[in-house]
């Protein structure tokens, strides 16, 4: 075996599969390295594993985690154990210099116990899942595991790939995304694994196992309270500044943050139309535009990317842009306290002023 990253080793999870004895989870991305170990415990407990989590920091951590690894349990004769190494300890190395050298020797016994706890597994009746809190594994760890395990790779995802998360976790629960939900989702929680994978366990309350969910079980009523999920950047897209400006009002009376607003709806609205306006001045396809965008060549997402760089153009898009990266500044700085009022004279002078080119 060798190292898989998190979205192919989640897919493979939809078919049966035996894991090996030794896993490391390891990467930057904090939710993925949760989300794989939960889908882990699970295999394993339907695979009639006990499951038991142990948290290592120093060497009595270490001293009772051996210790389950090589004693008997009459009860339990297939056994899964999670072991989460501690943030503190890779960073013992690094906590002052009197203590540096200590540190090091700290995370150098730490690395050496669990590379010979690997070595020690017990056939196919014991499983050590370790996870690192931290960016990195240490090299050795991971070379031990490469050669008789797997490494889950957790990285920060490409833009490009929320979408095929979004199928995933839905794949997860033993439901399907319509193409539409797909690219809303997809788009409306980029950057956001957590709020991608929440949604979607949200929206499967409601029905049945094995169903299609569509964009209209992401969308609450919105009737005097907040507006429906990404609605508001679905009106700049149309170019409706009635539509867009009371939805800002309704979201914002409701508790919704203005940084938000724009981290979510409309600065990633504002990059789709930039870069298809980019793309239609060198010739670029509407197929070639969605591309690029990373959605297919029939996604409504990229259709209204195309639309909107038509109807407002590159120098209204990227000044409109500007715009919102300084009002982004401005607010995260404490100098805009009328944060409304600012957000709407942008959408105004996005969407109504005319195009003069």
Known sequence: MASEAALGFLRSLTRPRELPGALLITGPNRFLREYALAAIARIARAQGFSYRSFQVADDE????????????????????????????????????????????????????????????????????????????????????????????????????????????????????????????????????LAGLANAIEKAALGHPAGVTLTPGDFTADASGRAPELFAIAEAIGRGDLLAALGMLDRAMAVGRDALEILGVEIVPTLRRMMLAAALLSTGKSVAGVAAALGMAPGSQMAARAVDGARRFGQRRLNRAYQAICDLDASIKAGLTSETREALARILIDLIVEPESN
């Open 61 to 192: 951590d270490l001293a009772e985690l051996r210790n389950e690894l090589s004693a008997p349990d009459l009860f339990a004769p297939r056994r899964m154990m999670a072991c989460r190494v501690l943030k503190s300890v890779r960073e013992a190395a690094d906590d002052g210099e009197a203590r540096s050298a200590a540190g090091r020797g700290k995370v150098a016994g730490v690395e050496a116990a669990l590379i010979e706890s690997i070595a020690g597994l017990h056939g196919a009746a014991i499983q050590l899942a370790i996870i690192y809190e931290r960016d990195n594994a240490p090299a050795k760890l991971v070379r031990a595991i490469e050669r008789d395990g797997l490494v889950i790779n957790c990285m920060r995802p490409f833009d490009d790939q929320f979408g095929q998360y979004a199928a995933q976790f839905a794949r997860m629960l033993d439901y399907r995304l319509a193409p539409e939900a797909v690219d809303l989702l997809a788009v409306g929680f980029a950057g956001d």
